[in-house]
């Protein structure tokens, strides 16, 4: 049993999920070196097969003779929107969304992410080629959670109602003889 299953065994954290691959990104177990050449390769094919996708489209583009200025804007409309798919991909994977952010500036984004698909897989694919996507920022925050879970676990000394009282030095403690409050003639 790993340090994760037994930590989550007796209730502390337990590590979250990343898409592919669950949670054998903590231990590397459960066929995480298959998963992760799978991740990079299907990526690059989808990325290549959705090039190919565009390709064809833009060869409509051409056949239809739109103009060369039409064919430029869409070209440089999806090479920015790849380019920030990629990049929005990489720091998701690096760091939280804020929370704090506006929910309909997320939806005006998915468009776009939309758009630059190909960021997106290529990101999946140069993150896959040194861990799981998303694992060194999962890593990180399961580590001090379970490091604040140990904390928290090692300060407790048990059951409270058992502890008996220690006597105090005034001479006032549960030993002295005395009664708490009065004092002695």
């Given at each position: ?26 231990e590397?177990d ?16 989808l ?41 929005r ?11 704090s ?13 939309m ?32 490091e ?34 009065k004092?002695?003639r």
């Amino acid at each position: 049993m790993s340090d994760a299953q037994r930590t989550a065994a007796q209730g502390g954290p337990e590590p979250e999920e990343i898409r592919f691959f669950g949670t054998t990104w903590v231990e590397h177990d459960g066929g995480y070196g298959l998963r992760r050449v799978g991740v990079a390769v299907g990526s690059l094919l989808l990325a290549a097969a959705g090039a190919a996708v565009l390709r064809f489209a833009f060869q409509g583009l051409e056949i239809a003779d739109v103009g060369s200025f039409v064919n430029v804007l869409v070209v440089a409309g999806f090479a920015v929107c790849s380019a920030l798919a990629f990049r929005r991909t990489w720091d998701g994977f690096v760091r939280r969304a804020d929370p704090s952010a506006d929910s309909g500036a997320e939806r005006s984004m998915q468009s776009l992410m939309m758009i630059g698909f190909i960021g997106t897989l290529l990101a999946y694919f140069c993150r896959s080629l040194a861990e799981a996507p998303g694992e060194k920022l999962r890593r990180a925050e399961y580590e001090a959670a379970r490091e604040r879970y140990s904390r928290r676990r090692g300060s407790r000394a048990g059951n409270p109602a058992a502890r008996k009282s220690k006597p105090k030095p005034n001479g006032t403690g549960a030993g002295s003889g005395t009664k708490a409050g009065k004092k002695r003639r």
